[in-house]
């Protein structure tokens, strides 16, 4: 019998390199994270620089905040970047029905999944050489020791890593990309105290260099963006160690989910969230109340408007109950919150405000991405559009029908928000009514509704920006969906293109206060335009810092979001019109000039 | 033996002038990027004809479909619908057509009743009569009882038989279905095809592809065989045989002695071969010379007792491997 050698071979890697090496995607992304990164960098750069101004000789040693600067971009990058790119790695396999053909074949299971880390790791790698040039400019100013250098670039790659093995595993456990994409985060962010522990607990028994009191609790951050750094040899061991144990931990469940998993049936998380709260809804009512049913859930049969009736009848995020339980959901604790820091001194308390209200906003925008996005993708994916498409329905009805699913979320999501900006205006008249006390219950609303008219502008603004930028969102969501292949392209493009939008203007401002933007706006009016269009997220920044303290004054903030808001409204409006005359092409059906008179033609010669 | 003349097998009798073809395609080309999928397609289909579309997959029969079902935006030549013009007029075509997909699509969420209502909507049925003709599609396709099952839940037939009662809400006079039995048990298939009958008895005419063979010759009374995207025969199934000097296989089985009948048999008109089997004989007939009935008088005139005389349905398989070559588009 001839002896069967080990080869050295990684055939599935090799297969995937080549597979993204023909995709015109893999340059547009590597092309749209250098653009950023460098981009972004340069702004730093000068933004560091600026303070030396033509002293060369004070520019010596400002390597730092630069090297900084560049390992914080990058490990932004990953975040972004790596969990969209390894999400797919086992799912897409699953989703194409070829993962059972390669668990047949003589690479074992463990060598699949390895081959696709690595497959996803190495243009991750690639995007991390991009930093090299930066880098060396860093080291050239002085700052940065060798050590440091190096645990950057060790850190960096350790984080890759994690998070590719993280993936990966979700990948492996999950049926759809949509599922491991949002389960890699969701799990990145339950294991990070885990990671923070195991930190403390290196810390304690190998090193015996833990720290006690405040000190101690300063490592809770020892995977955060600033101890990514470090000149200790001991901490970015340590640190490795606490990332490569979980990793290799990851890829030993993936490789166990992988072939267990291999055959699972694709789930709608959300519902199966939802339905399992239906359950315990229903046992709690059932044990309080011994069963009563006040409204009972019937479901209608279709109307004249079908795809509709389908959208809110049918669908997870568009029927009435599940709608008002996202309302509960984000309204209760919001309300809580804002409560809770009424008392306490007015920047604070409109800070907690600000930061609650960016916080619903980007939940309202993911929210409307995965709904606008999925409502002809998933047709596609189900391989039902050829059915609507094929029915005497024109396409605008259709796309009409679909978005009006969208609509009702936003009215939804809109309640929190305009929740938001009522407490803002409050908070901005000194909380009156608060110091009733007990009679609190019944003055506070009333004078919150009273403050609107002494906050008019910001509540206008404020309103109007709800008004504009989630139908906004919502058509460019569509929009995209309409044109992506597949539902997960298109939910990742639309995420990265939204959320770049919103936070790429912020991001350069990163290190100054809201209030240091409005400022330097307002001294130079062209750039205060530019600004105000630039970004749908600046004139939410004007309103919260301008609208309600008297940085700007009311004409100066009118002027801007007046800007802001005619040349984002008029996009809306452009974008629906052109989704909505260029109907049939987008759906890919054939266009008649006027589908009534056809038909009525039609009847006329029978 | 080649046919003496191939092209005349591209092209089919034309249809009567005082009758309006319900399909009309003439010259039609489809390109797909740098891809020419379907290249000057002609077809006429009378109404009440099923014509069976015949090519392997990647042919071109389902972009043809697809054009007629006003799917397909990028299209030269001319494609009608009972006189209506698929690239100017589509959404009237639409009211004409009932297209049925080589895929079930499947909306997990809705059950059959709901599935049905929601494309009776679709097609704006009025909500009055709904009830009623969603009872009858149910009735016709055998799923009455299944009309508060799950969609998601039904079999593969099923799901097929759905689909077809889909299809037929409106009362369409063409149904375009795209491998209407591909992946179907033989019970399911052997359902669809029944159903497919009691619909041109109805007077539905039909336009079905398939790349199973056997499918096809026992229903459709014309077939067109693709290769390539191009039409490679099309006419009545004896009509192709008649063009390409195909010859029918009758298994004979004789009672009695048969010493020298194998010789006899060889000396009837039309008799290509015979060939001995273990209990029986299979004669190869040339049915231009003659036919299957007189091939019986003739044995009967010889003298011998038949125990069982059967006629093999025409061999499409080998008719198909005549004319391609196993190109694709």
Same mark, same amino acid.
């Given at each position: 019998m001839t002896r069967r050698w080990p080869q050295l071979g990684l055939p599935l890697l090799t297969k995937e390199l080549i597979e993204q090496s023909a995709q015109r995607r893999t340059y547009v992304i590597r092309l749209l994270y250098a653009s950023l990164l460098f981009l972004l960098a340069y702004l730093e750069f000068e933004r560091i620089l600026a303070v030396s101004g033509s002293n060369t000789l004070a520019m010596l040693g400002k390597g730092t905040d630069m090297f900084h600067q560049v390992v914080n971009l990058q490990f932004l990058g990953i975040l972004l970047f790596l969990p969209a790119l390894a999400c797919g790695a086992i799912t897409a396999e699953k989703e194409r029905d070829s993962l059972t053909m390669l668990l047949v074949t003589r690479l074992g299971p463990f060598t699949i999944l390895f081959e696709k880390l690595l497959s996803r790791l190495v243009p991750m790698f690639t995007f991390l050489l991009l930093s090299l040039p930066l880098m060396a400019f860093a080291y050239s100013l002085g700052g940065v020791s060798t050590l440091e250098l190096v645990s950057g670039i060790v850190m960096l790659t350790t984080i890759c890593i994690y998070i590719g093995s993280l993936a990966v595993m979700c990948s492996s456990w999950c049926g759809s990309t949509v599922s491991a994409f949002v389960s890699t985060y969701a799990l990145g962010l339950l294991s990070y105290p885990f990671l923070i522990l195991g930190t403390r607990m290196l810390m304690a028994v190998v090193f015996t260099t833990m720290p006690i009191g405040p000190a101690g609790a300063f490592y809770f951050f020892a995977v955060a963006p600033i101890q990514l750094t470090t000149d200790s040899l001991e901490t970015m061991w340590m640190q490795v160690v606490v990332l490569g144990v979980p990793s290799l931990l990851f890829i030993t469940l993936g490789r166990l989910f992988l072939v267990r998993r291999a055959h699972v049936i694709r789930s709608n998380l959300v519902l199966t969230l939802f339905r399992r709260l239906d359950h315990f809804f229903f046992w709690l009512n059932e044990f309080t109340t011994g069963g009563v049913v006040l409204v009972r859930d019937d479901v209608q049969l279709p109307d004249d408007r079908p795809i509709t009736w389908r959208e809110t009848q049918k669908k997870t995020l568009g029927t009435t109950r599940y709608l008002v339980r996202v309302l509960v959901s984000i309204e209760t604790p919001l309300f809580l919150v804002l409560a809770a820091v009424a008392g306490m001194a007015y920047q604070a308390r409109l800070g907690v405000a600000a930061e609650a209200l960016y916080v619903v906003w980007a939940l309202a925008v993911l929210l409307i991405a995965v709904q606008a996005t999925s409502l002809v993708a998933s047709e596609r994916s189900h391989q039902t559009i050829d059915l609507l498409l094929a029915s005497p329905m024109t396409s605008r009805e259709i796309i009409l029908?679909?978005?009006?699913?969208?609509?009702?979320?936003?009215?939804?999501?809109?309640?929190?928000?305009?929740?938001?900006? @009522?407490?803002?205006?409050?908070?901005?008249?000194?909380?009156?009514?608060?110091?009733?006390?007990?009679?609190?219950?019944?003055?506070?609303?009333?004078?919150?509704?009273?403050s609107i008219f002494f906050h008019f502008?910001?509540? @206008?603004?404020?309103?109007?920006?709800?008004?504009?930028?989630?139908?906004? &969102? *919502?058509?460019?969501?569509? +929009?995209?969906?309409?044109?992506?292949? *597949?539902?997960?392209?298109?939910?990742?493009?639309? +995420?990265?293109? +939204?959320?770049?939008?919103?936070? +790429?203007?912020?991001?350069?401002?990163?290190?100054?206060?809201?209030?240091?933007?409005?400022?330097?706006?307002?001294?130079?009016?062209?750039?205060?335009?530019?600004? &105000?269009?630039?970004?749908? *997220?600046?004139?939410i920044l004007i309103n919260e810092t301008g609208g309600l303290n008297d940085v700007m004054g009311t004409d100066d903030h009118l002027i801007y979001t007046l800007i802001?808001?005619?040349?984002?409204?008029?996009?809306?409006?452009?974008?629906?019109q052109w989704c909505l005359t260029r109907s049939n092409r987008l759906l890919g059906? @054939?266009?008649?000039?006027?589908?009534?008179?056809?038909?009525?033609?039609?009847?006329g010669e029978s | 033996m080649p046919p003496d003349d191939p092209a005349s097998l591209k092209t089919a009798d034309p249809v009567p002038a005082d009758v309006v073809p319900v399909v009309s395609i003439e010259n039609l080309h489809v390109h797909y990027g740098p891809i020419h999928a379907v290249r000057g397609i002609s077809i006429e289909i009378p109404p009440?004809?099923?014509?069976?579309?015949?090519?392997?997959?990647?042919?071109?029969?389902?972009?043809?479909?697809?054009?007629?079902?006003? /799917?397909?935006?990028?299209?030269?030549?001319?494609?009608?619908?009972?006189?209506?013009?698929?690239?100017?007029?589509?959404?009237a075509v639409r009211e004409q057509i009932g297209y049925m997909p080589d895929f079930f699509g499947v909306y997990e969420d809705l059950n059959v009743r709901e599935y049905l209502h929601f494309f009776a909507a679709a097609y704006r049925?009025?909500?009055?009569?709904?009830?009623?003709?969603?009872?009858?599609?149910?009735? %016709?396709?055998? /799923?009455?009882?299944?009309?508060?099952?799950?969609?998601?839940?039904l079999s593969r037939g099923m799901k097929q038989r759905l689909a077809l009662a889909r299809v037929l809400l409106h009362d369409p006079q063409l149904l375009l279905l795209d491998e209407p039995a591909s992946g179907l048990d033989p019970r399911a298939r052997i359902e669809v095809r029944e159903l497919l009958k009691a619909l041109t008895e109805m007077g539905k005419t039909i336009l079905i592809s398939?790349?199973?063979?056997?499918?096809?010759?026992? /229903?459709?009374?014309?077939?067109?065989?693709?290769?390539?995207?191009?039409?490679?025969?099309?006419?009545? %199934?004896?009509?192709?045989?008649?063009? %390409?000097? /195909?010859?029918?296989v009758v298994h004979v089985q004789l009672t009695g002695s048969d010493d020298g009948v194998v010789d006899r048999i060889r000396e009837i008109k039309g008799v290509a071969s015979v060939e001995r089997q273990v209990d029986r004989f299979a004669i190869q007939l040339r049915e231009d010379h003659t036919a299957v009935e007189e091939l019986h008088e003739a044995l009967v005139k010889l003298g011998v007792r038949i125990h069982m005389f059967q006629p093999e349905a025409m061999d499409m398989e080998t008719a198909f491997m005549k004319l391609t070559e196993g190109k694709t588009a």
């Amino acid at each position: 019998m001839t002896r069967r050698w080990p080869q050295l071979g990684l055939p599935l890697l090799t297969k995937e390199l080549i597979e993204q090496s023909a995709q015109r995607r893999t340059y547009v992304i590597r092309l749209l994270y250098a653009s950023l990164l460098f981009l972004l960098a340069y702004l730093e750069f000068e933004r560091i620089l600026a303070v030396s101004g033509s002293n060369t000789l004070a520019m010596l040693g400002k390597g730092t905040d630069m090297f900084h600067q560049v390992v914080n971009l990058q490990f932004l990058g990953i975040l972004l970047f790596l969990p969209a790119l390894a999400c797919g790695a086992i799912t897409a396999e699953k989703e194409r029905d070829s993962l059972t053909m390669l668990l047949v074949t003589r690479l074992g299971p463990f060598t699949i999944l390895f081959e696709k880390l690595l497959s996803r790791l190495v243009p991750m790698f690639t995007f991390l050489l991009l930093s090299l040039p930066l880098m060396a400019f860093a080291y050239s100013l002085g700052g940065v020791s060798t050590l440091e250098l190096v645990s950057g670039i060790v850190m960096l790659t350790t984080i890759c890593i994690y998070i590719g093995s993280l993936a990966v595993m979700c990948s492996s456990w999950c049926g759809s990309t949509v599922s491991a994409f949002v389960s890699t985060y969701a799990l990145g962010l339950l294991s990070y105290p885990f990671l923070i522990l195991g930190t403390r607990m290196l810390m304690a028994v190998v090193f015996t260099t833990m720290p006690i009191g405040p000190a101690g609790a300063f490592y809770f951050f020892a995977v955060a963006p600033i101890q990514l750094t470090t000149d200790s040899l001991e901490t970015m061991w340590m640190q490795v160690v606490v990332l490569g144990v979980p990793s290799l931990l990851f890829i030993t469940l993936g490789r166990l989910f992988l072939v267990r998993r291999a055959h699972v049936i694709r789930s709608n998380l959300v519902l199966t969230l939802f339905r399992r709260l239906d359950h315990f809804f229903f046992w709690l009512n059932e044990f309080t109340t011994g069963g009563v049913v006040l409204v009972r859930d019937d479901v209608q049969l279709p109307d004249d408007r079908p795809i509709t009736w389908r959208e809110t009848q049918k669908k997870t995020l568009g029927t009435t109950r599940y709608l008002v339980r996202v309302l509960v959901s984000i309204e209760t604790p919001l309300f809580l919150v804002l409560a809770a820091v009424a008392g306490m001194a007015y920047q604070a308390r409109l800070g907690v405000a600000a930061e609650a209200l960016y916080v619903v906003w980007a939940l309202a925008v993911l929210l409307i991405a995965v709904q606008a996005t999925s409502l002809v993708a998933s047709e596609r994916s189900h391989q039902t559009i050829d059915l609507l498409l094929a029915s005497p329905m024109t396409s605008r009805e259709i796309i009409l029908q679909k978005h009006y699913s969208v609509r009702r979320l936003m009215y939804v999501l809109g309640l929190p928000l305009v929740t938001i900006f @009522l407490f803002e205006s409050w908070f901005a008249m000194g909380t009156p009514g608060l110091e009733d006390g007990p009679k609190a219950v019944l003055t506070v609303p009333l004078a919150a509704l009273a403050s609107i008219f002494f906050h008019f502008d910001y509540i @206008l603004c404020s309103v109007l920006s709800v008004v504009i930028y989630l139908p906004l &969102c *919502s058509w460019i969501a569509f +929009l995209i969906g309409i044109k992506s292949r *597949s539902q997960v392209r298109a939910l990742l493009v639309t +995420l990265l293109l +939204l959320f770049g939008w919103a936070f +790429l203007p912020v991001l350069v401002f990163v290190n100054d206060q809201p209030e240091v933007i409005v400022e330097s706006l307002l001294r130079s009016p062209p750039m205060a335009v530019v600004a &105000c269009l630039c970004s749908p *997220s600046v004139i939410i920044l004007i309103n919260e810092t301008g609208g309600l303290n008297d940085v700007m004054g009311t004409d100066d903030h009118l002027i801007y979001t007046l800007i802001n808001f005619t040349g984002y409204g008029l996009g809306w409006w452009w974008i629906r019109q052109w989704c909505l005359t260029r109907s049939n092409r987008l759906l890919g059906r @054939l266009a008649d000039d006027d589908g009534v008179w056809a038909t009525r033609q039609v009847e006329g010669e029978s | 033996m080649p046919p003496d003349d191939p092209a005349s097998l591209k092209t089919a009798d034309p249809v009567p002038a005082d009758v309006v073809p319900v399909v009309s395609i003439e010259n039609l080309h489809v390109h797909y990027g740098p891809i020419h999928a379907v290249r000057g397609i002609s077809i006429e289909i009378p109404p009440g004809e099923v014509f069976g579309f015949i090519g392997p997959n990647g042919a071109g029969k389902s972009t043809t479909i697809k054009v007629l079902a006003t /799917l397909i935006g990028h299209f030269t030549g001319t494609a009608k619908i009972n006189g209506i013009d698929v690239g100017r007029r589509p959404q009237a075509v639409r009211e004409q057509i009932g297209y049925m997909p080589d895929f079930f699509g499947v909306y997990e969420d809705l059950n059959v009743r709901e599935y049905l209502h929601f494309f009776a909507a679709a097609y704006r049925i009025p909500r009055k009569q709904r009830k009623t003709v969603i009872g009858d599609v149910l009735e %016709l396709t055998d /799923l009455t009882h299944k009309i508060g099952d799950q969609v998601d839940s039904l079999s593969r037939g099923m799901k097929q038989r759905l689909a077809l009662a889909r299809v037929l809400l409106h009362d369409p006079q063409l149904l375009l279905l795209d491998e209407p039995a591909s992946g179907l048990d033989p019970r399911a298939r052997i359902e669809v095809r029944e159903l497919l009958k009691a619909l041109t008895e109805m007077g539905k005419t039909i336009l079905i592809s398939s790349h199973i063979l056997h499918e096809l010759s026992h /229903l459709c009374t014309r077939i067109g065989i693709i290769e390539a995207g191009e039409m490679v025969a099309q006419g009545s %199934l004896e009509e192709i045989f008649r063009k %390409l000097q /195909l010859m029918r296989v009758v298994h004979v089985q004789l009672t009695g002695s048969d010493d020298g009948v194998v010789d006899r048999i060889r000396e009837i008109k039309g008799v290509a071969s015979v060939e001995r089997q273990v209990d029986r004989f299979a004669i190869q007939l040339r049915e231009d010379h003659t036919a299957v009935e007189e091939l019986h008088e003739a044995l009967v005139k010889l003298g011998v007792r038949i125990h069982m005389f059967q006629p093999e349905a025409m061999d499409m398989e080998t008719a198909f491997m005549k004319l391609t070559e196993g190109k694709t588009a």
